[in-house]
């Protein structure tokens, strides 16, 4: 089973694919960490050489079984073709917003900031979500468009909830 999770920070993409991942005993995969390069623990948001990320995703989807989450699209065209199911998060706006802020802080009082976030990148972060919804949703129903019969659009914690119920390990 390939499945691929999109929709904007704080939808629950990481919680599905973790929920996904204990059910199905599929290793999940994000592609934030294809993405960025936070190795250094210095700095946030230094992107990795295109070249390096595309040979990490082709290392992902060269396997016979996979969950990829992330709102990338532009570059991940290959993931929506060879996966098998494609859910789609579009929780409300204010939602992602508060879920961001939220878990910036469980990060600072916890001492788990892995990607060494600060005030600043998660400001930048709520902008770009803005954005997600404005411009970028638009861009990922166009690309989700030849894939429809095998999207699942799911906009409540209900939905998703109702979702995990049907999955099971692939025989």
Wanted: proline residues 4%; positive net charge.
């Amino acid at each position: 089973m390939k499945i691929r999770i999109i929709g904007p920070s704080g939808s629950g993409k990481s919680w599905l694919a973790k929920r996904l991942s204990e059910k199905t005993g599929i290793a999940c995969h994000d592609l934030d960490s294809m993405l960025w390069d936070n190795s250094a623990g210095t700095h946030f948001n230094v992107k990795r050489d295109p070249a390096v990320r595309d040979a990490m995703l082709n290392e992902v989807t060269g396997k016979d079984e996979w969950i990829i989450e992330g709102v990338q699209y532009a570059w991940t065209g290959s993931t929506f073709e060879a996966a098998d199911i494609i859910y789609m998060i579009i929780m409300p706006a204010p939602v992602c917003r508060m879920r961001i802020i939220r878990r910036f802080i469980r990060r600072k009082l916890t001492g788990t900031d892995r990607r060494n976030e600060s005030l600043r990148s998660v400001i930048e972060l709520l902008k770009w979500t803005k954005k997600f919804y404005r411009v970028n949703l638009k861009e990922i129903a166009e690309v989700l468009e030849p894939y429809k019969e095998k999207t699942k659009v799911l906009r409540s914690k209900k939905e998703i909830a109702n979702e995990l119920k049907k999955i099971s390990r692939p025989e």
